[in-house]
């Protein structure tokens, strides 16, 4: 069955960067985009980026650029997300989510199916 | 940028009855790439509606996604004490940034 297994809670100092993993199984890893989420405590939710497994193309929120790299490896079919320069604004769960496409007519509908667990960051002093 | 205003912020209502979800987006757009999300305490978000109204696979069909435009609407009729929850519509289409609403939480 698809799977997104994240990587576990994190605690960071302010200024210091951030890796959180998102290992994919239970289908062709290059055949979905993956995308990050993230959701402030009592937030709501704020989409960062995403990746094309593929061939590793990516796009990120305005917000997030510079600081930002989201990479994938083909060979243990693993989505990272690393962030840098952490701020107390920063303290959140983060989420992969797999991206579906469907086609509609001469278009295509998307959505996201599948979700990883969410791995909490939390950026203190 | 596409902004969602959601509304109410907070719907208080008891189980059988039935919870109207507004999203409002800041400019029309299509309703192939509007989606529903539910997402309880702890738990990532869930597909419920996608397109503006076709449920997932696995969604009661007492959840009723409609609209068009600006104005979009999810229906849940007959509450359930496991509907009890925020929702999150999101606009979804094939360029970025995608954006979400800031939610709708329906409590007991």
Known sequence: QVQLVQSGAEVTRPGAPVRVSCSIAGYTFSNYYIHWVRQAPGQGLEWMGLIDPRGGSTEYAQKFQGRVLMTRDTSTTTVYLDLTSLTSEDTAVYYCARRARIRSGYYYIFYFDYWGQGTLVTVSS | ?108
Do not use: M
């Open chain 2, 1 to 108: 940028e596409i902004v969602l205003t959601q509304s109410p912020g907070t719907l208080s209502l008891s189980p059988g009855e039935s919870a109207t979800l507004s999203c409002r987006a800041s400019q029309t757009v299509s309703s192939r790439y509007l989606v529903w999300y539910q997402q309880k305490p702890g738990q990532a978000p869930r597909l419920l509606i996608y397109g503006a109204s076709t449920r997932a696979t696995g969604i009661p069909d007492r959840f009723n996604g409609s609209g068009s435009g600006t104005d979009f609407t999810l229906t849940i009729s007959r509450l359930e004490p496991e509907d009890f929850a925020v929702y999150y519509c999101q606009h979804f289409d094939t360029s970025p940034p995608l954006t979400f609403g800031g939610g709708t939480k329906v409590e007991i």
